[in-house]
């Protein structure tokens, strides 16, 4: 596995700096009951890593003491980590919005019967990753029944009222290009999947989000095992849009790996780019006193995968 890319560059990518901190996403573990061919985490079920008791805490002290937005919870499969529940209950209490990552099929774990109901009573937004609706192509980047499994963890998110036109409850999904290429519109996709989801198995879901694959981790390694990482760069360098930097996700979030370390962004965090591109690490602990509006974010030639094309972000493309 190469954990480097030859073309991580620090001078290309323009320079940006953060504004206000709205959204605190934290990575609770990197145990997954998946094992996904795009995934930029390497999680799987053979990962042990998860985020301690203490560190959960420190989480909780610096969501209330910065007056965060959102939590924005993911792994691995987050809803693994024994203090899933007890961390979206905090957050609730205190009137904090609360994203579950999702890969679906969780929801067919054992333990996770009432996984569903659960995230309702709590009202998360569940963000859920299915990258096609032909089930050969989900199977095909995810593994073999996971079309199946997916569809079933929808029918009972849709039990619960996720996504359905009277209800309140947030449920979107998350599409990702299958090799080396951007996604397609956003608006036309998901258009389409709203159309097929329905009509085949009477799915609903709210909106589409399209996210565009990262050249780092899994994918990357792929990508350069295929001889395919220098045309899929030069593929996000020429569709760079600068529009785009006022909108990715890093301006306003902060990302926290599973020991307590701060990140500009996810993608950061799995390329152990420190915070603001500092020397050495910073932990969570150090910034419950401190401000980081204004800061430098560390950039580097992955970071063209959220401004090509339409853009791409947590919450999906950033032009229409």
């Known amino acids: 596995m190469h954990d480097t890319l030859p073309l991580l560059d620090k001078m290309g990518f323009p320079e940006i700096r953060r504004g206000d901190l709205q ?4 990575n609770i573990g990197l145990k997954c009951n998946q094992q996904c061919f795009h995934c930029h985490v390497n999680s799987s079920p053979k990962r042990t890593e998860k985020m301690s ?42 009137n904090i919005h609360v994203i579950d990552r999702c890969n679906l099929t ?3 774990e054992p333990g996770m019967d009432d996984l569903a109901q659960f995230l309702a009573s709590n009202n998360v ?32 998110l849709n039990k619960e009222g996720y996504g359905t036109t009277d209800s309140d409850l947030i449920l979107n999904l998350v599409f990702n290009p299958q090799g080396p290429a951007l996604p397609p519109s956003q608006e036309n996709l998901e258009k ?27 994918f990357g390694s792929t990508l350069i095992s295929n001889d395919q990482l220098n045309d ?14 006022e909108n990715v996700m890093c301006r306003h979030l902060l990302s926290i790996d599973w020991q307590g370390y701060v990140y500009d962004c996810d993608f950061n965090q799995m390329l152990n780019l420190n915070l603001s591109d500092d020397k050495s690490r910073v932990h969570l602990s150090e910034l419950i006193d401190t401000d980081v509006d204004g ?26």
């Open 125 to 156: 937004e569940v963000i859920a990753s299915l990258p096609c609706y032909e089930s050969d192509n989900v199977d095909k980047q995810r593994g073999a029944g996971v079309f199946e499994k997916s569809i079933r963890g929808l029918e009972k």
């Open 53 to 94: 008791i203490d560190t959960l805490e420190l989480v909780k002290t610096f969501l209330v003491s910065k007056n965060i937005e959102t939590l924005d919870i993911t792994g691995g499969a987050p809803e693994l980590h024994s203090e899933f529940r007890n961390l979206v209950s905090f957050a609730r209490e205190n």
């Open 23 to 26: 959204t605190l996403q934290i």
């Open 232 to 245: 899929y760069m030069t593929l996000l360098k020429q569709s760079h849009r600068d529009e785009n930097l």
């Open 295 to 320: 800061k430098l974010i560390a950039v580097r030639d992955h970071c063209y995968g959220c401004t090509a094309g339409q853009g791409s972000s947590c919450g999906g493309a950033l032009q229409a």
């Open 192 to 218: 389409a999947y709203k159309k097929e989801l329905s009509e085949r198995y009477g799915i609903q879901f709210n909106q589409l989000y399209t996210l565009c694959n990262m050249p780092i981790k899994r």
């Open 106 to 108: 969780v929801l067919e």
